[in-house]
C-alpha cells in the first residue's frame, strides 16, 4: 500500500506523493535516494518548529535552516542541511520531546520522562521531529557509521561524488545524535561530517540538527484490511479476508512494532510492510471481524 502512496509505475525514481520539494530523484533508489534541496517556502523554518514545542524563550541563537530531502527505506526524510541550534544539551531535547521521534519516553531520559511523538503541520503537509540516528543499537559501546541513518544521508553526500563540501553540511558543528554510550548512560554521541565524540547529557557543547519524517495523510476513500486469521502474513505473502471499510481522520495504519496493551489483547496486523512508514491512521480487525481503531499519537 505505501509503495503505490509513494511511487507511481515502473518509475522508481518518481514519487509524486512523496511530499513538498522535488519529486524526481537526483541519485539513489527508494532504497537510499536524494531529492535535492526544497524551497524555503515549502517547509517548516526554524522558528516554526521552536513554536510547534513551545520553545520560543532563551534560545535566539537559532539560524535559518535549508532542508535536503531523502527517501531510505522507502520512509522520506527531510534532513537540515546544517545544524540550526546550538550549543545545546541532549537533555534539552529529550524534554521538548525531540530525541526518539516515537510515541513513549525512549529508551532512555533525561530524569524526567517526556513523550517523545511531535509532530508539526505545515502547508497541509504532516511531519514526525526526530534526529538521525548514528549507531545500530542504543545503548552502544561506539558510534557505528556504517549504514546508519547518519551515515546513509548525511556523510554520503560528502563520499559519494561529493555533491556537498564539510563546510556546506555544517563543518566542525557536532550535531546531538539520540543514542547513548554503554559504558555510561548518562553521556551520548554526537558526531560532525568527520568526526565522533560523546557528551554528558546535561552538557551544552553540540547542536541540534533537526530531521523531519513526512507522514502521508491523503488516502482514497476505502482501504484493504486483513483480518486477525492473517495474523503471520507478510508484505510476500498474499492478502486473504480483505475488507474495505471507510477511512475517519482518527485512524492510522498499525505496525508490528506499535502493538501493546490497547489492543486489549487482540492481535492486530498491518496493510503493508514494517519498512512503510509514511501512515496516520490505524485500521485492526479483531477476532470477531469488527473495525476497531486504535489511537497511537
Sequence with gaps: MNELLLGLGGDTDYFPLSGPGPVFLESGSALYGFFGEVPDNEMP?????LESVGWTENHPNYSKVTWLKFIYRHQIYFVAKTPILGPISWNELYEKGLVYSEAGYGAYNSGIEVDQYRVIDFNNYRFQIGLLKGTISDPSDAFRGNNTEWSVLINSLTTKGG???????GGDKSSILPETTLEDTNKHFTATIETSSTANKDMQVAYWRPVLKYRYTGYPDSVGLISVEAVNVTS????????????????????????NANTNGTKPILVSDVEYDMVERVFVVTGSSELQPINLG
Excluded: C, H, M
Design 236 to 259: 510476500e505473502q498474499p492478502a486473504i479476508n480483505l475488507k474495505e471499510v471507510e477511512l475517519t481522520p482518527e485512524f492510522r495504519l498499525l505496525r508490528p512494532e506499535d502493538v
Design 45 to 49: 523554518t526554524a522558528w516554526n518548529l
Design 163 to 169: 555533491r556537498y563540501t564539510v563546510a556546506q553540511l
